[in-house]
């Protein structure tokens, strides 16, 4: 978050701020730096989430980012990188994404023992209204959904900010963190770049992917509605699209038909809900659509290689085991 400059009342509190924002950037450098080994982009442990390593001047593509996005960009004293052309001063720096074709971020200089890196996680424009609503005073409106997408404002973030994000990636190693946690803290996240000078820029941005993205609308109402009959008619209807216009542009942008992407959708959450240990099977097949236990069963098996009892029994048995 940018804070205009003033006069400390003391010179010690602005030196231990400015150490504590220092050790959180290195931190943060650090952990970017183990999970991206590759140049170039590495993908996260997450949907969405991108980690990329340059190593020498670059003039990336970012081909990766499909849709509304935060950024943040780790730098050390030996590398620097221009957004719109300008240079970037310091170690951390934020960004909203809309699109990577908009993104002009270039690596000026890199190295491989100084190398840029840069963190990008895609969030859905429902997340941020989400978000937006639950906050005092910030309003219920996204924004007015102009096309931002050629505005790149950057910012400096403040510690808490940086420290958010670390939150975030270090939640990503162990697999029930990861299920738990990890929604937990980039719902965080938004509300964090919601506090900073981005606000208006992420409002914008997700009101105008929100109206302008039918898939990003309909992959935003399947997880809450895996329950419910998903066929392509429903789904085309949700984003007023036809069936055949909403299955095209729903390949082109996940790679699979609204079918595929609902199916593994359901086993999945069906494998949480195992997991959680609470539900039967029937009960399970139930909760996520299924209105055939031996589909459920089949599908699962397909998927996963095992019954979702064998799974279940096998789940329950390592959690005695590392108790």
């Not at 050790?23 to 991108?50: D, I, V, Y």
């Not at 509304?68 to 730098?75: E, M, P, V």
């Amino acid at each position: 978050m940018s804070h205009a400059p003033g006069l400390p009342t003391t010179a010690s509190p602005v030196r231990t701020r400015d150490v504590i924002g220092m050790s959180a950037s290195t931190q943060l450098r650090a952990e970017l730096s183990k999970r991206a080994c590759a140049h170039g982009a590495n993908s996260g442990a997450w949907p969405g989430l991108t980690i990329y390593r340059f190593t020498r001047p670059t003039l990336p593509r970012w081909d990766e980012i499909e849709s509304l996005s935060l950024g943040l960009i780790a730098q050390g004293g030996g590398a620097q990188t221009a957004v719109a052309g300008e240079r970037l001063h310091g170690q951390t720096h934020f960004v909203v994404i809309g699109r990577g074709s908009d993104f002009d971020c270039q690596i000026l200089e890199a190295s491989p023992t100084q190398p840029a890196l840069c963190l990008v996680v895609q969030i859905s424009p429902e997340l941020v209204r989400s978000v937006s609503e639950s906050m005092q005073g910030a309003g219920v409106a996204l924004g007015r959904p102009h096309d931002a997408g050629n505005e790149c404002a950057v910012v400096t973030p403040d510690v808490e900010l940086v420290h958010t994000v670390m939150r975030f990636v270090g939640s990503l190693s162990p697999a029930c963190d990861r299920r738990v946690l990890a929604p937990l803290r980039l719902q965080e996240l938004v509300y964090r770049v919601l506090q900073s000078d981005l606000r208006e820029q992420l409002l914008a941005l997700a009101a105008y992917q929100a109206m302008a993205n039918p898939v990003a609308a309909a992959l935003d109402y399947i997880p809450g509605h895996l329950a419910e009959p998903l066929t392509v008619e429903i789904l085309a209807a949700q984003v007023c699209l036809s069936p055949s216009a909403f299955s095209r542009a729903f390949r082109d942008v996940t790679g699979r038909s609204p079918y595929q992407y609902v199916k593994a959708a359901r086993l999945d959450r069906a494998r949480r809900l195992l997991d959680d240990g609470r539900r039967g099977v029937a009960d399970v097949s139930r909760a996520v659509g299924y209105t055939s236990v031996s589909h459920f069963i089949k599908g699962f098996r397909n998927r996963f290689g095992v019954t979702p009892g064998d799974y279940a029994d096998a789940h329950m048995l390592r959690c005695r085991v590392a108790s």
